[in-house]
């Protein structure tokens, strides 16, 4: 072991330099990938937690998406205009908006399902890997 290696203060050791650097390349790699589908990564990721249950509130999908309702609407608004999903205020509280999939949200789904497969190519791992990050990443999710 090198002396680099035992500096607790050096960059390459940071585990949050690391997290950033990561996640700022997660998106220039699914970029490529979700051209073809229409849709940006944050985008992406809205039509994703639609497919597991829509309609919702925009309160509700904000929550799950850990993002602020005034940052999401904005994206909802753009998938809105693009025909991917609809807008409407709750029957029961006017106060709520709720999104849900058109059709051709709804078919976006198939074509979709091709992007994990090749996101894993493009990064050479398996979905075992994939997984194994994944999860060890979810762990900082929940520490306040």
Not at 5 to 32: G, H, K, M, W
Not at 87 to 97: F, G, H, M, P
Request: hydrophobic share 45%.
């Amino acid at each position: 072991m090198t002396a680099r290696d035992q500096d607790l203060l050096a960059l390459e050791n940071q585990l949050c330099f690391a997290v950033v650097t990561a996640a700022r390349n997660v998106v220039s790699i699914y970029r490529p990938v979700l051209e073809p589908l229409g849709l940006t990564h944050p985008q992406y990721l809205v039509m994703l937690a639609l497919w597991e249950r829509a309609p919702r509130s925009l309160g509700e999908l904000a929550d799950q998406l850990a993002m602020e309702p005034a940052t999401l609407s904005p994206l909802v608004k753009r998938l809105e205009s693009a025909g991917r999903v609809s807008r409407r205020r709750s029957a029961e509280d006017e106060r709520v908006l709720d999104i849900d999939l058109t059709p051709a949200g709804r078919d976006l789904r198939e074509r979709a399902e091709e992007v994990p497969g090749q996101i894993m190519e493009r990064v050479g791992m398996d979905a075992s890997e994939v997984a194994g990050l994944r999860d060890a990443l979810v762990r900082f999710t929940h520490v306040r």
